[in-house]
């Protein structure tokens, strides 16, 4: 039985650091959509420039992983008027809250992944490359766990914040009007894989006009380098923020593809 639960999951109960108000914008949290018996599960980061969260980059992909039988989780992370770095904190916080309650979901907490769409694969991608094994001291239990992905799956993600590639919106919103050049070094994560990188799957479109696909082979390259393992799948047509693509069945193929590498990392039905 896979269905989301009828309450979310506030991230931090006892009031979100950094917040500027109490309503459900200041409040980051999880939506579960859980699967009887998964013993994997990824928070997924719909995407939407750092400004919104697009719906069909959320619920529908927490479906799809349910029916490979992976646990999913829908996270509301904080966007503009939050600048970087309370989507990062957001993100980081939402695989050490899984992690933590593992237990509680019956998951396996060396199974926890990330999954982001455009901003939110630059999200995930900030997520994957800076990562720290938990704060043995920390007051709040949750803090003393891991943030570092297990894997992640990056979909037409913004990935640099320099110039000509990067996705202006998203850098504004993160960043400013005038961002540094150490703000922009920074989040452009291109710059910060290294061997601890997780496992990572890509997909993006050729055409894309506004994130160009050399946001992902930049990211790609840079695994290789790396010695990171990683898929990456570039279709020669379609726009961007598709998400599972249904209107286009070759573009589509994504999601079965994405889903045999799941399953190759042991993430859902075997």
């Not at 579960?32 to 529908?60: F, I, K, N, W």
């Not at 970087?84 to 926890?112: C, E, M, N, T």
Request: hydrophobic share 35%.
């Amino acid at each position: 039985m896979a269905g989301s639960e009828s309450v979310e999951h506030i991230l931090w109960p006892e009031g979100t650091p950094g917040a500027r108000g109490a309503g459900l914008e200041d409040t980051p949290a999880l939506t579960p959509y859980l699967v009887d018996g998964a013993t994997s599960a990824v928070v997924v980061c719909p995407g939407g420039g750092y400004g919104m969260r697009a719906q069909h980059e959320g619920e529908p992909i927490a479906q799809w992983l349910n029916s490979l039988g992976i646990t999913a989780f829908v996270l509301r992370y904080r966007v503009a008027p939050y600048p970087y770095p309370h989507a990062y904190q957001d993100a980081q916080r939402a695989i050490r809250y899984v992690r933590f309650h593992a237990a509680v979901w019956g998951l396996d907490a060396s199974k926890i992944g990330l999954l982001g769409f455009s901003a939110g694969g630059h999200l995930t991608a900030t997520a994957g490359t800076r990562h720290d094994e938990g704060n043995p001291d920390a007051a709040d239990p949750v803090d003393r766990v891991s943030s570092r992905p297990d894997l992640i799956v990056l979909c037409y993600p913004v990935i640099t914040m320099k110039d000509p590639y990067t996705h202006q919106g998203s850098r504004t919103n993160q960043l400013g009007d005038q961002p540094t050049e150490e703000q922009i070094t920074l989040l452009s994560n291109e710059l910060h894989v290294n061997e601890q990188t997780p496992p990572t799957f890509l997909w993006h479109t050729s055409e894309d006009a506004a994130v160009p696909v050399e946001n992902s082979l930049s990211f790609a390259a840079a695994l290789s380098r790396a010695g990171v393992p990683f898929d990456l799948h570039v279709y020669d047509h379609g726009r961007h923020g598709l998400g599972l693509a249904a209107e286009d069945s070759h573009i589509a193929n994504w999601s079965q593809v994405c889903g045999l590498w799941l399953q190759g990392r042991q993430f859902g039905k075997n």
